[in-house]
């Protein structure tokens, strides 16, 4: 059980290391409003709708940040495992994928109704747990 453990815990981590963006500059123009970033996420006491912002993720954004949110560098898109990402509130990530940021590449998701947007940030906080830093504790 331990060693399958061990060889799951490989796997998953070259997983994330395969489709990384270490190359990922965050652009510091792009700044969510504090009204914005002060915002709460109204799902915060509901973790099980993660698994549903898991289903919207695959479908809308992992064609860029790849299925693990690692993101992508031929894409330049965002590594959201990264600590400059997990790092901001819920309001500025809800901002942010909210209005996208055109000019380097990640659209606009205000078409997408406002909880599952929500749903979408429950599921970037799981990420964290999964990147290369928690599967390798030597890093
Ligand atoms: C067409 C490609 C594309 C798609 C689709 C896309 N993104 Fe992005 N995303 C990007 C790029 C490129 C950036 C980096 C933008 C920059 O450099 O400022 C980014 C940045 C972000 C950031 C901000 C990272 C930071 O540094 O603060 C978040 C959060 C994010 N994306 C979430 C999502 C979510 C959630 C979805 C799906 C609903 C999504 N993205 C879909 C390309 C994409």
């Not at 969510?32 to 993720?57: D, H, M, Q, V, Y």
């Not at 990264?82 to 809800?94: M, N, Y």
């Amino acid at each position: 059980m331990k060693a399958l453990c061990t060889a799951m815990l490989i796997f998953v981590s070259s997983l994330s290391a395969a489709g990384q963006n270490p190359s990922y500059q965050q652009d510091q123009q792009w700044i969510a409003p504090a009204a914005a970033s002060g915002k709460p996420n109204p799902l915060t006491n509901k973790p099980e709708t993660a698994a549903g912002g898991r289903k919207l993720f695959l479908r809308n954004c992992a064609e860029c940040h790849g299925p693990n949110g690692a993101g992508m560098e031929k894409k330049h898109s965002a590594d959201l495992q990264l600590p400059v990402v997990q790092q901001q509130s819920d309001g500025a990530l809800f901002w942010k994928i909210t209005n996208g940021n055109a000019s380097k590449g990640m659209p606009s998701f205000s078409r997408l109704p406002e909880l599952q947007r929500w749903q979408l940030i429950l599921f970037l906080r799981t990420l964290k747990a999964t990147g290369p830093a928690a599967a390798d504790p030597a890093k």
